[in-house]
T-cell receptor, first 115, second 113 residues
C-alpha cells in the first residue's frame, strides 16, 4: 500500500464549473477526512466518514459541496458552481480507528484554482 | 470550540542553531497533540505526536512534550539543518466524535547554511 492518493494534483477551472476530486485512502483505514487549506493557513476540517457513513460536516461545507464514500473505500468531493473563493488545496486524510491513537495519514492534496 | 495557537512566523535560523516553535491549545476533554510538517507543494507529514499529559513525542531529532498544566506542546530541536526548512503545523484531535484535527496557522521555518 502506497499511502493516501489524491487525484488530480492540480485543477484549474472557470468560475461556475463543477469539479470533482478523488481520494483513495489506505485500504484498511475505516476513517476518512477532507480538509481545505488556503494560502498561508492551516488546514480546516470539511467532513468525515466512518466506513461509508458521512458522520460530520463542517459549516464550511456549503450546499455547493458534496462528498461521498461509496462502499467505504475511495471518496469523492464535488464542488458545484465553483467560485473564486473555492481556490485552495483540498487534503484527504485517513486513519484506522482512533486517529489520536494511531495517527492520520495525509495525501498530497489537490490544488484547485478557480479563474 | 477547540483551538490551537502557534508562534507567528516566519522563523529564520542558521544551520546548527537551536529551534523552538511555541504551540498552545484550548480544548475540552483530553485531546491528542501533533506536529505536522509540510514541504513546498506537498501534503502533510506526521512529525510526532503525544496522546496524554507528560508524554514526549520525538522523531528525527525533534521533540515536544504534552504539558497539560500550561496547555502547551512546544516543538524543539537542538541543531537544525537546511533540510528542516518547511512549514510546521501544531494540531490537536478532539477526544470524542469525529476526532478531527484542529490546526494552528503554521510556522514557516527557513534554515540558512
Amino acid at each position: 500500500d502506497t499511502g493516501v492518493s489524491q487525484d488530480p494534483r492540480h485543477k484549474i477551472t472557470k468560475r461556475g464549473q463543477n469539479v470533482t476530486f478523488r481520494c483513495d485512502p489506505i485500504s484498511e483505514h475505516n476513517r476518512l477526512y477532507w480538509y481545505r487549506q488556503t494560502l498561508g493557513q492551516g488546514p480546516e476540517f470539511l467532513t468525515y466518514f466512518q466506513n461509508e457513513a458521512q458522520l460530520e460536516k463542517s459549516r464550511l461545507l456549503s450546499d455547493r459541496f458534496s462528498a461521498e464514500r461509496p462502499k467505504g473505500s475511495f471518496s469523492t468531493l464535488e464542488i458545484q458552481r465553483t467560485e473564486q473563493g473555492d481556490s485552495a488545496m483540498y487534503l484527504c486524510a485517513s486513519s484506522l480507528g482512533s486517529g489520536g491513537a494511531y495517527g492520520y495519514t495525509f495525501g498530497s492534496g489537490t490544488r484547485l484554482t478557480v479563474v | 470550540g477547540d483551538s490551537v495557537t502557534q508562534m507567528e512566523g516566519p522563523v529564520t535560523l542558521s544551520e546548527e542553531a537551536f529551534l523552538t516553535i511555541n504551540c498552545t491549545y484550548t480544548a475540552t476533554g483530553y485531546p491528542s497533540l501533533f506536529w505536522y510538517v509540510q514541504y513546498p507543494g506537498e501534503g502533510l507529514q506526521l512529525l510526532l505526536k503525544a496522546t496524554k499529559a507528560d508524554d514526549k513525542g520525538s522523531n528525527k531529532g525533534f521533540e515536544a512534550t504534552y504539558r497539560k498544566e500550561t496547555t502547551s506542546f512546544h516543538l524543539e530541536k537542538g541543531s537544525v539543518q537546511v533540510s528542516d526548512s518547511a512549514v510546521y503545523f501544531c494540531a490537536l484531535s478532539d477526544a470524542q466524535g469525529a476526532q478531527k484535527l484542529v490546526f494552528g496557522q503554521g510556522t514557516r521555518l527557513t534554515i540558512n547554511p
